[in-house]
């Protein structure tokens, strides 16, 4: 069981680039979520996808996309990266028994 | 609608003494509560949970934490710590009540260990 594995790690953007973080998860887990973490501001939902083939917007969505592949794939797209977009990114999900798994994160720079 | 308010973004206690980590939320449905730790540069680790069964939850790493009702608070404790206690703690309360897992955290707490 490898639990949520996202890639990848590190990325650098240059302003306007674009880029897609990908999430999986092994746990058949329905739901699935995309944060943003940034110093002194916790962890900030952006997107999060409650069941296969829906998705909604979550505290702060300027700026992101999202697709639910199929039941393990969740992915966060940047169409056009800007530098306050540099943040920790995490994955996570859920089932039945409430707490969300986390993945390690991808920590992406905008410059 | 639900927050969460994390008292102290910086708490330092020396090795073997009390932690206590405050966590205060509201919620207009009952919580579920959680506590998740986070070590240097790596993803949120669920420390405990609260589903309204039992009030006080023990967690891993000897952590456990009290739901208080009448006071809105879920404050995180451990009786000695160790350096390896060392991280962010983040409190979390569920959007909504219950099964549908989205989460509000605080802004969570740097715990420093000093020996």
């Known amino acids: 069981n490898a639990g949520v594995t996202q890639t990848p790690k590190f990325q650098v953007l240059k302003t306007g680039q674009s880029m897609t973080l990908q999430c999986a998860q092994d746990?058949?887990?329905?739901?699935m979520y995309w944060y943003r973490q940034d110093p002194g501001m916790g962890l900030r939902l952006i997107y999060y996808?409650?069941?296969?083939?829906?998705?909604d917007k979550g505290e702060v969505p300027n700026g992101y996309n999202v697709s639910r592949l199929n039941k393990r794939e969740f992915s966060l797209r940047l169409e056009s990266a800007a530098p306050s977009q540099t943040s920790v990114y995490f994955c996570?999900?859920?089932?039945?028994?409430?707490?969300?798994?986390f993945g390690p994160g991808t920590r992406l720079t905008v410059t | 609608a639900q927050s969460v308010t994390q008292l102290g973004s910086h708490v330092s206690v020396s090795e073997g003494a009390l932690v206590l980590l405050r966590c205060n939320y509201s919620?207009?449905?009952?919580?579920?509560l959680f506590w998740y730790v986070q070590y240097p540069n790596q993803g949120l680790q669920l420390l405990l949970k609260?589903?309204?069964?039992?009030?006080l939850v023990k967690g891993i790493n000897g952590f456990e934490a009290e739901f208080k009702k009448s006071e809105t608070s879920f404050h995180l404790t451990k009786p000695s710590a160790h350096m390896s206690d060392a991280a962010e703690y983040f409190c979390?309360?569920?959007?909504?009540?219950?099964?549908?897992?989205?989460?509000?955290f605080g802004k969570g707490t740097k715990l420093s260990v000093k020996p």
């Open positions: 996570a999900s859920t089932g039945h028994t409430y707490e969300q798994y």
């Open positions: 746990m058949n887990h329905n739901s």
């Open positions: 996808s409650a069941s296969e083939g829906t998705t």
């Open positions: 919620s207009s449905v009952p919580p579920y």
């Open positions: 609260y589903t309204s069964a039992a009030t």
């Open positions: 979390a309360v569920s959007l909504h009540g219950g099964s549908q897992g989205n989460l509000i």
